[in-house]
T-cell receptor, first 113, second 115 residues
Framework: DGGITQSPKYLFRKEGQNVTLSCEQN?????MYWYRQDPGQGLRLIYY???????QKGDIAEGYSVSREKKESFPLTVTSAQKNPTAFYLC????????????FGQGTRLTVV | AQSVAQPEDQVNVAEGNPLTVKCTYS??????LFWYVQYPNRGLQFLLK??????LVKGSYGFEAEFNKSQTSFHLKKPSALVSDSALYFC?????????????FGSGTRLSIRP
């Protein structure tokens, strides 16, 4: 079955460490997105990518980095520069035609300990 | 710049009554509009979308939404609420013509249906 997979589901990180969240899709979608969700603040866009080897900053990119070396994969690295990384992270993908809806992964809950 | 506003943090409705979850948007051109639902600790699930044509669009689980261009609104509705509709609902907008292909979400509205 086609879908979008995020791993791991839960992740614990010590302060000062970088950590990478995985996002893989087998939907042949062109565009991929990373959102951060905090209680009461909805979804905020971190980074997005419309094609391979290209990505753009969203509204809250500071302290995060991404790569898009393959169409299927869009990993997100939370660096030590991110001051408040504890959150629920959601990955999504869409066909590039903007009339198509986004498909979401099940999310990764990151906790800094 | 694109933006979406969901003015109500929470909506409470009795089972069997009609429900409305409000959404207004701002884009420079014509929008694509979407509604999604989220259950606890899960990703978002697509409910419905407005692309073009009829202003009243029908979606999953008996939900519908009405696009109103003059009021820049896209309110989500259901004629008869179910307890199982209780969840977090997000409105989203995508600019039809902008070179940047961002999808922007509202802050979410928690829908609570009491038996």
């Amino acid at each position: 079955d086609g879908g979008i997979t995020q791993s791991p589901k839960y992740l614990f990180r010590k302060e000062g460490q970088n950590v990478t969240l995985s996002c893989e899709q087998n939907l042949n979608h062109d565009a991929m997105y990373w959102y951060r969700q905090d209680p009461g603040q909805g979804l905020r866009l971190i980074y997005y990518s419309q094609i391979v080897n290209d990505f753009q900053k969203g509204d809250i990119a500071e302290g995060y980095s991404v790569s898009r070396e393959k169409k299927e994969s869009f990993p997100l690295t939370v660096t030590s520069a991110q001051k408040n990384p504890t959150a629920f992270y959601l990955c999504a993908s869409t066909k590039e035609n903007r009339g198509f809806e986004a498909f979401f992964g099940q999310g990764t809950r990151l906790t800094v300990v | 710049a694109q933006s979406v506003a969901q003015p109500e943090d929470q909506v409470n409705v009795a089972e069997g009554n009609p429900l409305t979850v409000k959404c207004t948007y701002s884009v420079s051109g014509n929008p694509y509009l979407f509604w999604y639902v989220q259950y606890p600790n899960r990703g978002l699930q697509f409910l419905l979308k407005y692309i073009t044509g009829d202003n009243l669009v029908k979606g999953s689980y008996g939900f519908e939404a009405e696009f109103n261009k003059s009021q820049t609104s896209f309110h989500l509705k259901k004629p008869s609420a179910l307890v199982s509709d209780s969840a977090l609902y997000f409105c989203a907008v995508r600019d039809r013509y902008s070179s940047a292909s961002k999808i922007i979400f509202g802050s979410g509205t928690r829908l609570s249906i009491r038996p």
